[in-house]
């Protein structure tokens, strides 16, 4: 099984312009979540996309692969999708470029669902949640999931919405925004008109679940990764860093 990890990387975010180059410890953010999904052996190559000549000089200096995609591409996936219809992999990761904390392992147990199971299509990352401020927290994405590990639901409310008992005693899980995908079913995805559901919750994933659509999740039982949506959230970063020990890329 080929399988090729893609980083959709955008200059010009709304929240945070120019957000791949924020320096993290002395190193751009991209080059971090590089060089850290570089280390999953499962792995058979690693490429930037992106928008923006800055960026892809920057992965270049450090020895990255990178490849330009246009503008006009309104997410992460579209951009994915642009790259993907000129590759020949079997399997193909979004791999978030704000995530510089990923740790390989998160990567192996994703890829490892479409060897287990042949004919899976999506897959996806989950965790538990740690406290009552993430459950509240409309940036921490809540899914609920089946018995057979497919996701339900994804949505920046808690839920489900835990009626008889205390929210405290029910376990909650936190969406790892970190996507595998069958090669043809991403591109039928990519094209597939924004649903209500995605609208309102503002969340891409919602997409997969409107239209019928599996999506398989993997359980990461520690995971350490900072999303970084805010200029803020980079000292959140580098203070687990210096916490953990965890050495520049």
Excluded at 109 to 131: H, N, P, R, V, Y
Excluded at 160 to 173: E, I
Aim: net charge positive.
């Amino acid at each position: 099984m080929n399988v090729v990890g893609i980083i959709p990387a955008r200059y010009d975010s709304k929240r945070f312009p120019g957000k791949p180059l924020a320096l993290i410890c002395g190193k751009p953010m991209i080059e971090w979540v590089y060089k850290r999904a570089l280390k999953c052996k499962k792995l058979n190559s690693l490429i930037v996309a992106t928008d923006d000549q800055r960026i892809l000089k920057a992965v270049e200096s450090f020895g990255g692969l990178a490849e330009m995609t246009p503008k006009e591409c309104q997410s992460g996936t579209d951009r994915i999708a642009y790259l993907a219809k000129n590759l020949n992999y079997d399997v193909i990761l979004n791999i978030q470029g704000d995530e510089p904390l990923i740790e390989s392992e998160a990567i192996e147990s994703l890829i490892g669902l479409f060897e287990e199971q042949k004919d899976l299509q999506m897959g996806t990352l989950i965790t538990k949640m740690k406290s009552k401020k993430d459950v509240e927290n409309p940036n921490c994405v809540k899914v609920i999931i089946d018995k057979y590990n497919f996701a339900i639901y994804f949505s920046r409310s808690p839920i489900p919405y835990v009626r008889d008992k205390k929210p405290s005693d029910f376990t909650f899980y936190k969406h790892i925004g970190i996507y595998a995908y069958k090669r043809d079913f991403l591109l039928q995805f990519s094209v597939l008109p924004q649903g209500k559901l995605e609208k309102a919750e503002s969340l891409e994933q919602l997409r997969a679940i409107e239209n019928g659509l599996k999506i398989k999740t993997s359980f990461v039982e520690k995971w350490i990764g900072v999303s970084v949506d805010r200029k803020e959230d980079l000292l959140k970063v580098e203070e687990k860093i210096k916490k953990g020990g965890i050495l520049p890329p």
